[in-house]
């Protein structure tokens, strides 16, 4: 069987706690390449990579020198990292580890590539959650039908002292009602209520007669950020965390990337 770039690097980026739907052509926070020099490693490996793949909707972000030698670390849409020779004809998939250092090496550089600005996020478009004090502040991009959201939201049932800014991002390939849903979700007298009923306890929103709602924005919004499952998990020093977290998981890393 012929596997493709795409196929390949879904099946390495799908979490296991996750509702995924297929990866949004266009990565959407970095800025557009500049033209690489002509003869330079980075040209070659953006001309490999578009001859090669460029029907699958591929996008080069950025080219650099990898930490090993000889190798150079190339960033695509929809949040891949891989690592290429300097003429573009070998490519390797998968987490670069610095073995004396025990650390990964790529999820590092993820974290910093993918990081978004959390302050700029459209917060009047969320669905607000103060439990206790709200010191502590976390974005979610959740599907309403998506069962690792749910779980989610019932770690945080567990939780004090934080707010929660839920972001509707139903994915409709997955979950045909779900975006219907949220929409009564939002156009309810008290959608706060009504989403963590509906995903704490099962309690199904009230029917609404549709109002004014952001529930397509945001889908978009996700879409443009490159994420492709639920729930995703924005920090407010920008670090994305894709998929579902455990109480004690999730409480380490809130405290840890508020700033």
């Not at 770039?5 to 500049?34: D, K, R, V, Y």
């Not at 700029?120 to 669905?127: K, R």
């Not at 959740?142 to 707010?163: H, N, V, Y």
Request: negative net charge.
């Amino acid at each position: 069987m012929k596997h493709t770039l795409s196929t390949i690097m879904l099946a390495l980026l799908l979490p296991l706690a996750a509702c995924n739907a297929q990866p949004a052509a266009q990565g959407a926070s970095q800025p557009a390449a500049a033209s690489a020099p002509a003869g330079s490693p980075e040209a070659a490996i953006r001309s490999k990579l578009t001859q090669t793949y460029g029907n699958q909707g591929i996008e080069v972000l950025s080219v650099s020198p990898a930490p090993v030698s000889g190798l150079y670390e190339v960033f695509l849409n929809d949040n891949q990292l891989v690592y290429m020779t300097a003429d573009g004809g070998y490519m390797f998939t998968g987490d670069l580890i610095d073995v004396n250092k025990r650390s990964n090496l790529s999820e590092a550089r993820r974290d910093e590539l993918n990081r978004i600005d959390y302050v700029a996020l459209p917060f009047d478009s969320a669905i607000k959650e103060v439990r206790g004090n709200g010191k502590l502040q976390v974005a979610v991009f959740s599907d309403p039908d998506c069962p690792f959201c749910r779980r989610l939201e019932k770690e945080f049932e567990q939780m004090t002292d934080i707010t929660i800014y839920n972001f509707l991002m139903p994915i409709p390939d997955l979950h045909p009602a779900a975006e219907a849903k949220a929409i009564r979700i939002w156009c309810s007298p008290d959608r706060t209520a009504a989403w963590t009923g509906w995903m704490r306890k099962g309690t199904v929103p009230p029917e609404s007669a549709g109002c004014d709602n952001p529930v397509r924005d945001t889908m978009a919004l996700g879409n443009r950020f490159g994420f492709n499952g639920t729930p995703t998990i924005v920090f407010p020093n920008g670090k994305i965390v894709a998929g579902y977290m455990p109480k004690e998981a999730l409480q380490e890393a809130l405290e840890a990337n508020q700033k």
